[in-house]
């Protein structure tokens, strides 16, 4: 079993930053997916990023460059850096992990964007 531990949520006024930190416990082996979701009130969670183990990223259209997804193997972690946030990326943001086929999914970090 792994269990995500997710850090770095919080308040921020638009235009703001935040670096959102996810750590896996337990073996890196077959560890391949890791990446983030968000889910605002009302609406379907959507992909926000993913990074494979060799560094491939992807990103969900509505980011238009101003996050950073980024892992270290070494320590099982992911990270999410989001610059120039706007009031709709407010939403509750998710940690998956991809390890053997099986998805793991952290307990959510709040965003709160607004002045």
């Known amino acids: 079993q792994m269990q995500l531990a997710e850090s770095g949520g919080g308040s921020v006024q638009p235009g703001g930053s935040l670096r959102l930190s996810c750590a896996a416990s337990?073996?890196?082996?077959?560890?391949?997916?890791m990446g983030w979701y968000r889910q605002a009130p009302g609406q379907q969670r959507e992909l926000v990023a993913l990074?494979?183990?060799?560094?491939?990223?992807h990103y969900g259209d509505f980011v238009e460059g101003r996050f950073t997804i980024s892992r270290d193997n070494a320590k099982n972690t992911v990270y999410l850096q989001m610059d120039s946030l706007k009031p709709e990326d407010t939403a509750v943001y998710y940690c998956?992990?991809?390890?053997?086929?099986?998805?793991?999914w952290g307990q959510g970090t709040q965003v709160i964007v607004s002045s």
């Open positions: 998956n992990v991809e390890r053997s086929y099986t998805n793991y």
């Open positions: 990074i494979s183990q060799k560094g491939t990223t």
């Open positions: 337990g073996s890196s082996a077959g560890i391949s997916f």
